[in-house]
Nanobody
Framework: QVQLVESGGGLVQAGGSLKLSCAASTYISSSNAMGWYRQAPGKQRELVAGFISGGRTNYADSVKGRFTISRDNAKNTVYLQMNSLKPEDTAVYYC????????WGQGTQVTVSS
């Protein structure tokens, strides 16, 4: 059983920055895909950023150039640096690890005020 714990969410003004962290309870190989999703009220959960095969990254078009995903394997932690935040980035952000099964964190709220 893998547990993922997100942190770093909060309230920020438009144009501001936040850095989300996702700490895993166990070692997750860099060969395993991990990523960040978000879900805004009344909308479907969507991919924000992720590590895919070969260590490559992919981003939603809406966050390209503003968000950066990174990982520290020594700390079993994945990060999401979010810059130039917009009100439309407001959502609950979830971390996911794609192992034999998909493991999800509990989510962290990000609210961007205009």
């Amino acid at each position: 059983q893998v547990q993922l714990v997100e942190s770093g969410g909060g309230l920020v003004q438009a144009g501001g920055s936040l850095k989300l962290s996702c700490a895993a309870s166990t070692y997750i190989s860099s060969s395993n895909a991990m990523g960040w999703y978000r879900q805004a009220p009344g909308k479907q959960r969507e991919l924000v950023a992720g590590f895919i095969s070969g260590g490559r990254t992919n981003y939603a078009d809406s966050v390209k150039g503003r968000f950066t995903i990174s990982r520290d394997n020594a700390k079993n932690t994945v990060y999401l640096q979010m810059n130039s935040l917009k009100p439309e980035d407001t959502a609950v952000y979830y971390c996911v690890a794609h192992l034999r099964y998909d493991y999800w964190g509990q989510g962290t709220q990000v609210t961007v005020s205009s």
